[in-house]
Nanobody, 125 residues
Framework: QVQLVESGGGLVQAGESLRLSCAASGFTFSYYAMGWFRQAPGKEREFVAGISWSGGGVTAYGDFVKGRFTISRDNAKNTVLLQMNGLKPEDTAVYYC?????????????????WGQGTQVTVSS
């Protein structure tokens, strides 16, 4: 049974940090590219960050990130992380972890095969 379970969301003030974690099970994690997406009420799901499979040597970020977030993966622990620094109120959303077969991540959420249930991130001003 495939599972992606996000954790680490919460309520923070502007300028603070959060570290999101996604624990994967039920599939060969190292053979999947991973992505983080977010969705705010009334908005489309948005690409936050992606990392290639295996060693995760290729990463990419949404334009709005501007150096504030870092994605990483630990294949030994079947985990992908998203370190978020300098959070802003506009970062408020539900954040989702997703897995995609193949080497490269994709900015299009429709390309992903598996999804977690999401974790809420709320940033107050």
């Amino acid at each position: 049974q495939v599972q992606l379970v996000e954790s680490g969301g919460g309520l923070v003030q502007a300028g603070e940090s959060l570290r999101l974690s996604c624990a994967a099970s039920g599939f060969t994690f190292s053979y999947y590219a991973m992505g983080w997406f977010r969705q705010a009420p009334g908005k489309e799901r948005e690409f936050v960050a992606g990392i290639s499979w295996s060693g995760g040597g290729v990463t990419a970020y949404g334009d709005f990130v501007k150096g504030r977030f870092t994605i990483s993966r630990d294949n030994a622990k079947n985990t992908v992380l998203l370190q978020m620094n300098g959070l802003k109120p506009e970062d408020t959303a539900v954040y989702y972890c997703a897995a995609k077969t193949g080497y490269y991540y994709d900015r299009d959420y429709r390309r992903y095969d598996y999804w977690g249930q999401g974790t809420q991130v709320t940033v107050s001003s």
